[in-house]
């Protein structure tokens, strides 16, 4: 098993792994998966088994607003409507 990086170096990262995104913004880590398999989470992955690296910056970014949608009432139906017109442009 690895050592966990320092907050001070995640935050300095360009990417991170989703666990150091549950450090970052609290959120259980099932439901930054669910996010992830849902298409709103985008990142890179170098190989089939290599741990899933997802942008620092940009991804905060969007879970803050996932958050935000979902404290207002929205759907997740509308949530995704949103992120996929987005994205695909």
Excluded: F
Excluded at 22 to 42: A, D, F, N, P
Aim: net charge positive; proline share 0%.
């Amino acid at each position: 098993m690895s050592r966990q990086r320092t907050m001070e170096k995640i935050l300095e990262s360009e990417y991170v792994s989703i666990g150091e995104l549950v450090r970052i913004t609290g959120c259980r880590y099932s439901t930054l998966k669910y996010y992830t398999q849902e298409g709103l989470l985008l990142y890179k992955q170098e190989e089939e088994n290599l741990t899933r690296r997802y942008e620092r910056v940009g991804t905060v970014h969007r879970i803050e607003e996932i958050l935000s949608l979902r404290e207002s009432g929205r759907s997740m139906a509308e949530i995704k409507e949103r992120y996929h017109i987005a994205d695909s442009k």
